[in-house]
């Protein structure tokens, strides 16, 4: 019964996406790790993939911003096949903020957000005042504006990410891909930088992101795409999706969803074996 109301929406979101991929596989070397995906990216609102471990997640993202090419199926951006795009076309479309990202040593905030202007430059277009304003204006959607003359490895985790995301911001694009970003983030700023996602939809951009945190994932989404073993087993609203069954055949979690108390999104409460009270 959830595949049916999930199909049901997918389609619905396939005439206003600028990113989908249409039957795509992909791995690394011989082993196989995307067989045959489908999946349509709605514009305007934030997508959240999640799915366990090695499912193919961060391969999914990768694929969708060119950094690896299928073997098998196409990935269509603004109704283009992506792999007949130049990169330099492609970095104006769409940004991708992997995980981990490293600044080298001493890279003030405003010279990493400023390379982000980089797909635009070229011998017979140097850096203008229009960049400029770019940069500030990346600046101060992310709130970091004050930050500009700071080191970026002086800065906190969370201060991190919102400059990272100014950089994509800098691109020039309103598809943003984001690769785990709250990985190794505490909670209070995972939060923190993810009510910057939900600030960023508001302003009209398209956000593309792998999170591990359920709960996170379920408050912070439009829509869902749920991944195990390399292919999509469910994709739409988080209240469409989230079921203790989907939980169970997507995670092997045995779960109670609830309605979160501070949100109109559903809850999961995990049980375990121990410290559980159930009559």
């Known amino acids: 019964m959830v595949t049916r109301s999930i199909t049901k929406i997918a389609t619905k979101a396939d005439a206003a996406s600028r990113l989908t991929a249409d039957g795509v596989t992909v791995g690394y070397g011989a082993r196989t790790v995307i067989d045959g995906l489908d999946v349509a990216i709605p514009s305007g609102v934030v997508t959240t993939v999640i799915g366990p471990n090695g499912c193919g997640k961060s391969t999914l993202l990768r694929t ?163 991944m195990r073993e390399g292919s999509v087993l469910a994709q739409g609203h988080p209240r469409d999706v989230i079921t203790a069954e989907l939980l169970r055949e997507a995670f092997g979690l045995r779960a109670m969803v609830i309605d979160d108390p501070v949100g109109d999104r559903p809850l999961i409460v995990p049980i375990g074996r121990t410290h559980v009270q159930l009559t």
Do not use: F
């Open 64 to 226: 969708l911003a060119r950094l690896l090419k299928p073997t098998g199926g196409t990935v269509v951006l603004d109704g283009e096949d992506i792999a007949g795009l130049r990169t330099r076309d492609v970095a104006k479309k769409l940004g991708l903020l992997p995980q981990a990202p490293v600044a080298p040593e001493g890279l003030t905030v405003a010279d990493l957000v400023a390379r982000g202007r980089h797909p635009h430059q070229s011998w017979l277009r140097q850096w203008s005042s229009d960049d400029a304003g770019v940069v500030e204006r990346a600046l101060a959607m992310t709130g970091v504006s004050d930050l500009a003359d700071r080191a970026v490895d002086t800065l906190s985790g969370g201060q991190r990410q919102r400059v990272w995301i100014s950089m994509t911001l800098a691109q020039g694009t309103d598809l943003l891909l984001l690769d785990e970003p709250t990985t190794y983030l505490d909670l209070a700023h995972a939060v923190d930088v993810l009510d910057l996602v939900d600030d960023l939809r508001g302003s009209g951009c398209t956000v593309v992101m792998v999170l591990h945190d359920l709960n996170l994932a379920t408050r912070y989404s439009d829509n869902l795409v749920v």
